[in-house]
């Protein structure tokens, strides 16, 4: 459980962004490796740490943890971060109740956390903070594109399932905030569960028009599984998170044809996106998740601020995250007022490229889409 | 709510205590035989999975899939109790917790080592895919019908097997009183070997058939492990019976309870709140059965009140 990893960029290529200010950075990722929920953790690391391979920058020194997915854990490894080993940065949380526990002790003692994943509306509305950037998303934004796409597709009551914990209420109320026709029934389930063969009943004798679901990880494999052996064939709409690229393998067939909102794909078309997604399936020989897409943005955030700014000076440091001057894998990219991204969101489709399933871009479903919460931040 | 919606839901009840049921009977005759608490149970359950998934990918085979979680659940258990669990009989508890919370870590982390850390594929097979009409017009899933079968096959196995065999009755003896069967003769770690093999082995097979349901990844079998055990202290330590009842209780109170709670508040509160109480009330529901069964029988249902 105490894996350690210390890891130096290495100096393989000639670097394009030498820092200006030779300040060293300690970087400290608390995210989950194993468990339940580790494939998620594992691509945000990796793609971190792909991004600061490539950057060839020597400044950059990241200490990698395991938190299980337990938040009391999350929290004893952030205070060893803190305290013993005087990181400058923290990021790497993947589950918004991890981060409601770490990133507000985090940022009030003077530390910068840059969350690759986790944006409960708690942070973003009146506990948004001038030390916590979200990289990824506030975790209202692909639910609110999944909503619009309701809309778009005519589907007028829609059954919503979804976790009993914080990102799960944040991903059913994006939903109603965009998604104009009635709501059939709102069911929470226990965080990790595992057997949907109740919740496909109500399902089956609801009458819906539409299921809009968010179950991240195994969860979602689980779910589709029993779903499709169910019978039931009411259309589903979700978040991509459960149909990101190291789930889908799982699922196999079941997932095929289903729609789900992402603000990344793997054929989204700039040259960051190509150069990533080459570079990834060279290092790890797998292709990269959305998770791996954040964790390479969060790191290549990270790299642009050092070379505009000492981490030392806080206030210059923060002026130059806020700048978002990197070349972001999702074209566009800059923060709103609470630091949580501006940015495009997408329908993608579940396909089958040969042996492997995947994602394929359909449509833009929001332009330029920042979130609800900005008018609560005093920022 | 109608009638075909609260007889689905009553499936789904049994179909989930029973295939704790699975897990809880190894666990309640290595707790009630041996004496030992066993927390790498779930280990086992999910050893049977992973073995599943991979002789499923390699030869197509459903059934090949089955024997090859039964095997390597059986073997791996058997391996575990001759290296590691027989030295642990004569220690007093929490040396048996924190040694078989080790091989818990061990195992999860070897299985990562072999397997990866993303979740594998591991699916139903065609012949038993899709759902089936059953009398009164309720739809349900084959592939759940033939765990239901599958497992009152095990459990009435079980039951001959504990009533009528030889075997049977040196469990049952061995339950009783371990020094005296060793008196008269029996070769008591075999027996032990035996008996720990075999819940492995049971153990194994949930996994595999409920993997192929939901999916296999390291660490699936903690949380169930945690309502295996709530089951046996309800059905009473030892008891197969116990065990049986215990499951098929836990199952459905976790099942209905997740239903209908929130239904039954939506009575008299709005919405939101009443999901939000109802599941909330409803995740508590298995350890408040608990807490009752144990006021009323402090042994559980079937224990010996010794």
Redesign the interface.
């Known amino acids: ?1 105490k894996l350690k990893t210390v890891a130096l960029a290495a100096a393989l290529s000639v670097s394009t962004a030498i820092s200006a200010f030779a300040e060293p950075v300690k970087v400290g990722m608390i995210t989950t ?4 929920g ?2 998620l953790g ?1 691509d945000v690391r990796d793609g971190f740490m792909l991004a600061v391979k490539k950057s060839g920058n020597k400044d950059i020194e990241v200490i990698v943890e395991d938190d299980t997915r337990k938040p009391d854990i999350a929290v004893q490894l952030a205070d060893k971060m803190i305290q013993s080993e005087k990181v400058d940065i923290m990021t790497g949380i993947i589950w918004s109740n991890l981060a409601m526990a770490v990133v507000p002790a985090a940022t009030a003692q003077g530390k910068f956390y840059l969350s690759p994943n986790a944006g409960p509306s708690a942070l973003a509305g009146k506990g948004c903070h001038q030390n916590y950037f979200n990289v990824a998303w506030q975790n209202d934004n692909l639910a609110e594109a999944a909503g619009g796409y309701a809309n778009d597709t005519g589907f007028k009551n829609s059954f919503l399932l979804a976790p ?1 914990y914080p990102a799960g209420k944040d991903m059913l109320n994006g939903y109603k905030r965009f998604y104009k026709g009635d709501v059939n029934n ?5 965080l ?1 569960q ?2 949907y ?2 919740e496909i ?2 399902i ?2 609801s009458g819906a028009d539409s299921v809009y679901f968010f179950l991240p990880g ?1 969860m979602g ?2 779910f589709m ?2 779903y499709a ?3 039931v064939d009411v259309p589903l709409i979700g978040p991509a998170f459960s149909f990101d690229q ?2 889908l ?4 067939e079941a997932a095929l044809g289903v729609k789900n909102t992402s603000q990344w794909n793997k054929d989204l078309d700039n040259a960051a996106n190509k150069a990533f997604v080459e570079a990834f399936q060279a290092e790890y020989g797998r292709l990269p998740s959305l998770y791996a897409s954040q964790g390479y943005d969060t790191a290549n955030l990270i790299l642009s601020a050092m070379g505009k700014a000492s981490v030392k000076d806080a206030d210059a440091f923060r002026a130059a995250l806020k700048e978002a001057d990197f070349d972001s894998v999702r074209g566009k990219f800059s923060f709103a007022s609470n630091q949580h991204p501006i940015q495009d969101i997408y329908v993608r489709e579940v396909v089958k490229e040969g042996d492997v399933f995947t994602n394929k871009l359909v449509s833009k479903t929001m332009t330029d889409h920042a979130n609800a919460y900005t008018g609560d931040c005093a920022l | 709510m ?1 009638l ?2 609260i007889a ?2 009553i499936l ?2 049994l ?2 205590g029973i295939m704790l049921f699975l897990m809880a009977a190894g666990l309640t005759l290595i707790f009630g035989v041996m004496g030992l608490i066993n927390l790498a149970h779930g280990s086992l359950y999910m050893v049977g999975a992973f073995a599943a998934a991979a002789v499923a990918g390699a030869t197509g085979s459903f059934l090949l899939a089955l024997v090859a979680a039964l095997a390597a659940a059986a073997l791996a258990g058997a391996i575990v109790e001759m290296v590691v669990i027989r030295r642990l009989y004569d220690r007093d508890h929490l040396d048996q917790v924190l040694a078989t919370f080790a091989l818990i ?1 061990i195992f ?2 070897g299985t ?1 080592w072999v397997f990866g ?5 591991l ?2 097979p065609a012949y038993l ?3 089936v009409t059953l009398p009164g017009g309720i ?1 349900y ?1 084959l ?2 019908i033939a765990l239901i079968v599958c497992g009152l096959l095990i459990a009435l196995g079980l039951a001959l097997m504990i009533t009528k065999t030889r075997i049977g009755i040196q469990i049952r003896a061995g339950e009783n009183d371990r020094e005296m069967i060793a008196a008269l003769g029996v070769d008591i770690s075999k027996l032990y070997t035996i008996i720990f093999a075999l819940g492995a082995a049971l153990a194994g097979l949930a996994g595999a058939l ?1 993997g ?9 079998g903690e ?1 169930v492990l945690i309502l295996a055990f709530v089951v046996i202290v309800i059905g009473g330590i030892g008891s197969i019976k116990g065990a049986l009842v215990g499951s098929i209780l836990v199952g459905l109170t976790d ?1 209905l309870g ?2 209908f709670l ?1 239904q039954f508040f939506q009575l008299f509160m709005e ?2 709140t009443a ?2 109480v109802g ?2 009330l409803a ?1 508590m529901a298995i350890y408040i059965l608990m807490g009752a069964v144990l006021i009323w029988r402090p042994t559980g249902l079937f224990g010996n009140s010794q």
């Open positions: 459980m490796l194993s468990g339940g580790a494939g594992i009993n709102e069911v929470y389930t226990q990790g595992k057997d063969a109740a009943a109500q089956r004798a195994g494999i689980a599984k029993q052996a169910s019978g190291g789930i393998q799982a699922v196999g | 109608s075909v919606l689905e839901q789904n009840g179909q989930f870590l999860s982390e990562r850390s993303f979740p594998l594929f699916d139903i895919a899709g759902p739809q899933p592939y759940r409920v192929a349901i939901q999916s296999v990844e390291v660490g699936m949380p099942t997740g239903v929130p919405v939101s999901t939000n599941s909330s995740s």
